[in-house]
């Protein structure tokens, strides 16, 4: 029993909350662990919804001012109430989330009224970046004023896809340390980026649809962490990691898309990672979306995937794309090679949110681990796609050297046989 199942069964009879772990994992066929990560899930949304439905009509009237430093990236806001609160109902009602926000200090005074006044000091931990009229500089820098249309006229095609998938570029990571010699920096990231379109052309095929999945990680981690922010990285300034991605994805799309390999085109960005998630993605790929949307708006569509898993169908085809760890719940990644556990939690995901899999080819396509390797399970297809950061100083010393890669594939809509090309860089 997965842990979503788990969750339901506690939401369906509370009662069993009060059970102990080894007596329902036992009754239920899963693990002790699942059980107390449930539990714990279940009576934080529980206590989230009290403390939301107890305040959320008198937000308005509770919160008497607020006033945001953008200098110092803080703010104060003042609170009055009739009754004393708790830091949980404090941090809930200022909209903290404990990851790049939380409350730094609470000052409390009880009035002669009886009611109590609250002053709360609110800290974002993301700093380093732009001032609003330096962002507007280098916006202006992406859309010149003169910046044309352009469109691809229709051309006799394949009747097949190409899938372009590209994964962790962690754009910003410190190579400094690297135990190989080796560099990553702009100039080596952009390079790698124009390969893979030329390894497309290169194909000498004219495709009825391309689509480009950007598989996570797009950044290193801004303010040098990742997502849950307990994980030091070292990485460049987020202007650097920022800067990177938006000027080598700027030249890859004006590549890919006047290379004359097809006239449609899917971007589909995986904005759920555990580097560069909780918005992070989304900011970055939502930027140079605008640049794509203002050039080849006529040809190409852009698909941002917030859900840790989801899937599209091409013919008779089934793909689900998954960074492979998510940027908030999982405690550990999906693994390198397909195991029983992950094998069942796939299949039990497609049968209840696609129809007839039995009938379809299914084939789950992941990044995270920075190496490329296909398995195949009762859920059908599961690849690894190799990173095109490489490694990094972290994965260098436990896990050794890996080399650079994307992945492309030609699929068939009607033949379960898929070409796939992994592209070493």
């Known amino acids: 029993m997965t842990l979503n199942d788990v969750k339901n069964k506690f939401k369906k009879n509370p009662k069993y909350l009060e059970t102990g772990a080894g007596k329902l994992s036992k009754a239920w066929n899963t693990t002790v662990d699942i059980i107390y990560e449930a539990k714990k899930l279940i009576r934080s949304e529980k206590e989230s919804d009290v403390i939301a439905s107890n305040y959320i009509e008198t937000l308005e009237t509770l919160i008497t001012g607020a006033d945001h430093d953008l200098v110092n990236n803080t703010k104060k806001v003042t609170i009055a109430s009739p009754k004393p609160l708790t830091p949980k109902e404090i941090e809930v009602m200022v909209g903290v989330d404990q990851i790049t926000s939380y409350v730094a200090s609470v000052w409390d ?35 010149p004023k003169n910046l044309s249309v352009v469109s691809m006229s ?9 899938f372009i998938y590209i994964s962790d570029d962690h754009c910003g990571s410190d190579f400094k340390n690297s135990l190989y010699g080796k560099v990553y920096n702009e100039t080596v990231y952009r390079t790698r980026l124009l390969k893979i379109v030329e390894e497309a052309v290169n194909l000498n095929k004219t495709f009825e649809k391309v689509y480009i999945v950007n598989m996570g990680d797009e950044i290193d981690g801004w303010n040098g962490k990742t997502t849950r922010y307990d994980h030091d990285l070292g990485s460049l300034s987020n202007k650097e990691q920022f800067d990177m991605y938006i000027n080598g ?9 006047t290379s004359n390999i097809s006239n449609s085109y899917t971007i589909r960005n995986l904005n759920n990672s555990n580097h560069s998630g909780l918005g992070l993605s989304y900011i970055v790929n939502a930027t140079i979306g605008m640049y794509v949307n203002a050039r080849y708006k006529n040809n190409v569509t852009i698909e941002n995937q917030e ?3 989801d899937s599209i169908e091409y013919g008779n085809h089934i793909f689900g794309f998954t960074h492979g760890k998510d940027d908030q719940y999982m405690k550990a990644p999906f693994p390198l090679n397909l195991d029983a556990k992950t094998d069942l939690w796939l299949y039990d995901f497609y049968s209840k949110n696609n129809d007839s899999i039995t009938d379809k080819w299914v084939s789950t396509m992941k990044g995270d681990i920075h190496k490329y390797n296909v398995n195949v399970g009762k859920s059908g297809r599961y690849v690894n796609v190799a990173s095109i950061s490489s490694g990094s100083n972290w994965i260098e010393h436990n896990f050794g050297d ?18 796939s090309i992994p592209i070493w860089l």
Do not use: C
Request: charge should be positive; proline fraction near 5%; avoid cysteine.
């Open 109 to 143: 005074k009880l009035l002669p009224t009886g009611n109590w006044t609250y002053s709360v000091d609110i800290r974002y931990r993301v700093n380093d970046f732009y001032t609003e009229k330096e962002m507007s500089e280098k916006l202006q820098t992406i859309f």
């Open 402 to 419: 890996s080399a650079p890669g994307a992945l492309l594939e030609v699929v068939d809509p009607y033949s379960k046989n898929i070409h």
């Open 307 to 309: 859900k840790f898993i």
């Open 154 to 162: 229709p051309r006799k095609t394949d009747k097949q896809a190409l």
């Open 249 to 257: 994805r700027k030249e890859f799309y004006d590549a890919l898309f």
